[in-house]
C-alpha cells in the first residue's frame, strides 16, 4: 500500500483508464453481439464497423501540428471523454430500440473519433503529469498495459457469461455508461504542476495559417520516418495489427459458422488475452534491444498463426492462440516505451497520432479483405507468413546496423 501512495497520480491515472476501459469494451461486445444475434450481420456488415473504428485514426494526420502545440491540457481530455461518454449513452439507446444501423454506425464512428483524439492527448499529458521522468514514465507503461490486459481479460469472461443470460446485453450496456462517468471522475482527481514545460516542446500558439499549419505537419510527417529503427517497426506492427484485427473482428461470424455458441466469442478472444496479460506482466524483465526482441517476436509469432490452420485438436489451437498472445502483450509493452525512447517528449502527441494514423491506415486497408471470397484459414497463413518475413526484415536490418 505504501507503494500506491508514493505514486497517488498512477493510481488515479490507471483507475481512471480502466473504468473507461470497461465502458468502451463493454459497449462493443454487446454491439458486435447484437449485429450478430438481432441484426444478423454478415462479413461484409461486420468490416463496415471495424471500418469506422479504424478510420478516425487513420485521419490523425492532420492533426498533428495542433498536437504539438496543445501543452498541459487536463481539461481538453476531461472535454474529450465526456464527449465519448454522450455518443456511449446515444449509442447504447438506439442498440436497445432497435434503431437503423447507420445512426448506430454514426455514433460507433463518432465513438472512435473522440477516443482517438483523447488518446493523443493523453500521451503529451503522462510526460507532464511524472514530470519528463523517464524511470516513472515506463514504469507507468508497465502498469497500464498489465492493468489495462488483465481488465480487458475479465471483461471479456464476464461478459460472454452476462450474455448467455436473459437481458444480459441490456445489463452490459448498463454497466458501461456507469463506468464511463467513474473513469472521468478520476482523471479529474489528477493533480500536476500546469507551469512544468517538456524540453525541445513546441510553442504555445498554434500554426496560424494554412500554409504554416501544412509546413508543421510535413515537418512531423518528416521526422516520424526517420527516425530509424523505430518507423520500420511502426510500419510492420501496423500492418500485421490491422490483419490480426480483421481476424478477430471475424470472431462471432467464424463461431457462428463453426456451430459455437455467438455468446462465446469474447471468451475465445480472451485466451490470446490471456497471453496478452502474461506478456505484459514478462515484458518488464526482457532487456532486449528492441529490434532484437521484434525479430524474435514476429518468428514465433508468424509460426504459431501459421500453425494455428493446421489439422490439430483445438486444445493445441488454442494453446498457439495463447503463445501468439504472450509474444502481442510482451510487443505492446516494448512498443510503447520505443515510442518514449525515440522521439522528442516535447513532440510525443504529434508522433503518437502519426503512428496510429499509419496503424489505421492498414487496419482500414486490411479490412476490404472481407470483401476477398478466401476461407479464413488462408487468411491466417498469409498473416503468419507475412510476420516471419517482416521478422526476417528486421534481422537483416540489424546485422547491417552492426557492421
Known sequence: MKKFHQHPNLVKLVLGQSFLL???STYTTVLLYLLVQRYHAIAHTLAIFGVLAALPPALMILLSPWLAHLKNNKRMLIILQLMATV????????????????????????????????????????????QENEAEIEKSVDFQYFMSTGITIVTSLLSSAILLLPNGSKGL????????????IFYNL???????????????????????????????????????????????????????????????????????AVALFSAVGAVQKA??????AVAPFVKWQATTFFVVDYLVSGSCLIGFTLPVPNVVR?????????????????????MYRSFN??????????AISTFAFCSVTSYLAAWIKVDTPVLWQGSGSLTIIFGLVIMTFLIKSKR
Do not use: W
Open 173 to 184: 450496456l448498463i454497466a458501461s455508461l456507469v463506468s464511463a462517468p467513474i473513469g472521468i
Open 190 to 260: 489528477i493533480s500536476y504542476d500546469a507551469s512544468f514545460q517538456l524540453q525541445n516542446s513546441a510553442p504555445e500558439t498554434s500554426p496560424k495559417t494554412e500554409r504554416s499549419y501544412l509546413r508543421q505537419m510535413l515537418a512531423d510527417l518528416y521526422q516520424f520516418t526517420h527516425t530509424m529503427p523505430a518507423f520500420l517497426i511502426i510500419l510492420f506492427e501496423a500492418i500485421l495489427g490491422g490483419i490480426t484485427g480483421l481476424l478477430f473482428e471475424l470472431l462471432p461470424l467464424t463461431m457462428k459458422e463453426l456451430g459455437l
Open 345 to 354: 517528449v516535447g513532440n510525443i502527441s504529434a508522433m503518437h497520432a502519426l
Open 87 to 130: 455518443s456511449l449513452f446515444g449509442g447504447s439507446f438506439c442498440l436497445l430500440e432497435k434503431a437503423n444501423l447507420g445512426i448506430i454506425g454514426s455514433l460507433y464512428f463518432f465513438l472512435s473519433l473522440v477516443n482517438t483524439i483523447s488518446g493523443s492527448v493523453e500521451v503529451g499529458f503522462i510526460p507532464v503529469v511524472f
Open 22 to 24: 470497461i465502458a468502451f
Open 275 to 280: 497471453g496478452d496479460l502474461i506478456g505484459g
Open 318 to 338: 488454442l494453446g498457439l492462440l495463447l503463445i501468439a498472445g504472450i509474444g502481442m502483450g510482451m510487443s505492446g509493452n516494448v512498443f510503447e516505451k520505443l
